[in-house]
């Protein structure tokens, strides 16, 4: 698998490894974050969502992972297809309209 | 349908033009969003409307950007006196309160 620390703008991964995708937030009142996956030409699709009373929530290969000390978000996929290449954007709720960050490319060879 | 629609998908205008891009939200959904996209870019917010409260414009650019929601459905974005910098993909999404965000598939506006 590979990480990636702070926020890059795109990550590569080889088809079956595990990709994490990281994503910084910025207002400490943000009490709701989602993952979107975003395919060329498309609009945003919901991945998973995750609320601040926790730290892990895990879905159908997706993991995501809530860290509010350093307002630190992360999304994990397990066994990364090239079906899953697109850009994946973090988004956080301080109460109003979702906040979105900078979108993360993923890309994944066969 | 069932999701988000825009229309139209796409709109090519000159400068100094006028345009209006609409949105309609999912049925029931109490919330709705417009977001700008410019190419390779993330989304950048815009206007929210939430239900019968004052929307909340902070995002909107310039006053030359406007939107109006009719009948809590329905959203229109309206441009006016367009510049070429306004040229990006215009994003809607419609929520149930504060929960998810469903997204149409955009407008994407190129001024000339």
């Known amino acids: 698998g590979e990480s990636v620390g702070l926020h890059l703008p795109t990550l590569s991964v080889q088809e079956g490894d595990n990709s994490i995708i990281n994503c910084a937030y910025s207002n400490s009142a943000s009490d709701y974050f989602i993952w979107y996956k975003q395919e060329s030409g498309k609009g945003p699709q919901f991945i998973i969502d995750i609320r601040s009373n926790m730290d892990k929530r895990q879905g159908q290969r997706v993991t995501v992972l809530l860290n509010k000390t350093v307002k630190h978000l992360s999304l994990q996929i397990a066994a990364t297809q090239p079906g899953d290449s697109a850009v994946y954007f973090c988004a956080e709720n301080p109460g109003t309209a979702l906040i979105f960050g900078k979108g993360t490319t993923l890309s994944v060879s066969s | 349908g069932a999701g988000v629609s825009q229309s139209p998908s796409n709109k090519v205008t000159e400068k100094g033009k006028d345009v209006e891009l609409r949105c309609d939200p999912i049925s029931g959904h109490t919330a709705l969003y417009w977001y700008r996209q410019s190419l390779g870019q993330g989304l950048e917010f815009l206007i929210y409307f939430q239900g019968n409260s004052a929307p909340d414009k902070s995002g909107l650019p310039s006053d030359r950007f406007s939107a109006e929601r009719t009948g809590g459905s329905v959203s229109t974005l309206t441009i006016q006196r367009t510049q070429q910098e306004d040229s990006a993909v215009y994003l809607c999404?419609?929520?149930?309160?504060?929960?998810?965000?469903?997204f149409g598939e955009g407008s994407r506006l190129t001024v000339l």
């Open positions: 999404a419609s929520s149930f309160y504060t929960r998810e965000l469903f």
